[in-house]
Structure formats: C-alpha cells, structure tokens
C-alpha cells in the first residue's frame, strides 16, 4: 500500500474542499495518485447527488455582482438543503466565486459549462454535494445590463438585487444602490405599467370588481372604479411608481430626478431564498 503524507492529504483538501479523511480514504483508495483521487471524490459527489436529488434545496446565498465598468451585472443563488450550511463561511466563499464567473456569461446553461479551476461550474456543484453532504445547485440566475448598474445583498444573502439607471452620472452609485434596495424590500413585479403582463393586469380588474359587487355598487359604475383601483395597483407594485422607502414624499421615479433631471431606472432583477 503506497504510504500517503499529510501534506498530500492537506494539497487533496484544499483542492477539493473535502474532509480530512474523505481525503485520505481516497487517496489511500487511488495508490497514491492525486488525479485518480480527485475522481474518487468526484464519483461519491455524484452518488450522493443522485440519492438527493429530489430533495428541496431552498436555502443558499444570493449573491449580486457588478463588473468594474458597472455597466452589467449578474446575480445567482447558490442553494442548499440547510439554513446551517448556507451560513457557512466556505459555502458563501464558494457563491461569490461562482457569481465572480457568472458575470462573463449571458445564461445559466452557459455559467454551468463555465470553468471553475479545471472542472465545469457543474461539476464543481456536483464535487461539493460529495464534500457536504446536501444537494447544491444554482437556482436562480439573473442579468442586467445598463449604462449604470448598482447592486444590493440584503443581510444573510438572502435576497439580492440589480438596478439599472440610463446615465453614468454623478451620485448614480448612491442612486442605483437607493433603487436596487427598493426591489429588495418592496418586491415590485415590474419596472412600470408597461411591463406588467396583461395577465395580471386582467386578474387585478376582475379581483376589483367582485370586491364592488360585494359592495353594492352598481355594474355600470364597475369599469370606471376597477380602473382607478388599477391605478393604485400599479402605484404600489410597479418600482418605479412606488413610494421611495427613505421618503414616501416622493415615487422612486422622482427621487432618481432629484440626482439628475435626466436620469432614469432602466430595468431591475430580484432573486430571493424560499
């Protein structure tokens, strides 16, 4: 049996973020040979991968990246089984070096094929199911490209944002952080009136009127209400309508103006946990 050091058992670690003893089994089960014991540890990934895979994995780190041109930016959710493992430190390491990939790829299949250090980004995610003991995967991924982007990671990596804006201008760092974290508290479900689909907007009308018949008021009277009940709707569920949350004087829209009269929000993605 060939004789394994500690320094190899330590080197195998650090390469794969497995246990000491995961190791040094594999390695003891390789003869020595580095490369074979990387498979070793791989294949126990995948066996432990296809015992979990059906298992609900709605814990994890969203984590939200901007590159240094801050004119696009990419979020992902690393997810786990546990509330324990997502707030591990190495597992939140592991988030931030995936989203640092992400942000060089347009999709999510395009990001699994990526590079992570000699494997695929899937396969790295199916290594560390072995090393963990969990199902790991990516479950959200989200692009946006602006000429100004700013980012936000609500405390515990639960939610994460991007907000673009239509000029670089000065204060547009604050301005972008200030509307990115508006997504994250206010959970909007579009940009404006236009990008609400017309799905909703036909089940808010219908939802307002059988609150009006219930009400008594008579069905001639019914659109005229519906609509100014859309109108609120809107106002509280569209970003850029609703009232900003460091001043309810003023719509977020409103607030972007007082940093420059020509600035707008161009669009926003949000990714949360559970």
Do not use: W
Request: proline letters at 1%; charged letters at 25%; a negative charge.
């Amino acid at each position: 049996m060939a004789k394994i050091t500690a320094a190899e058992v330590n080197k195998l670690r650090k390469t794969t973020g497995a246990g000491m003893m995961d190791c040094k089994n594999a390695l003891v089960e390789a003869e020595g040979d580095f490369e074979k014991a990387i498979e070793i540890l791989r294949k126990k990934g995948q066996k432990v991968a296809a015992k979990r895979a059906d298992r609900e994995s709605s814990e994890g780190a969203a984590i939200a990246k901007v590159n240094d041109g801050k004119t696009s930016g990419v979020i992902i959710s690393l997810n786990c089984e546990t509330d324990f493992v997502a707030k591990n430190d190495s597992f939140v390491s592991l988030a931030n070096d995936l989203a640092d990939i992400a942000l060089g790829y347009n999709s999510r299949e395009a990001f699994l094929a990526a590079d992570f250090n000699g494997l695929s980004v899937q396969d790295k995610l199916t290594e560390q199911t072995g090393v963990i003991g969990e199902k790991i995967e990516i479950g959200g991924f989200a692009k946006l490209d602006a000429p100004f982007v700013g980012s936000y990671i609500h405390a515990g990596n639960k939610i994460a944002t991007l907000a673009g804006l239509s000029a670089a201008v000065e204060g547009a760092a604050v301005a972008a952080k200030d509307v990115a974290m508006q997504a994250a508290a206010m959970n909007p479900v579009a940009l404006n009136e236009e990008g609400v689909d017309q799905s909703v907007i036909d089940k808010e009308i219908e939802i307002a009127k059988d609150q009006l018949r219930q009400e008594g008021k008579p069905e001639a009277m019914l659109d005229n209400i519906a609509k100014g009940k859309l109108r609120r709707f809107f106002k509280d569920n569209t970003l850029v309508n609703q009232d900003f949350i460091k001043d309810s004087k003023q719509s977020v829209a409103q607030y972007v103006k007082s940093v420059d009269a020509d600035l707008t929000v161009t669009g926003f993605t949000r990714i949360a946990l559970g």
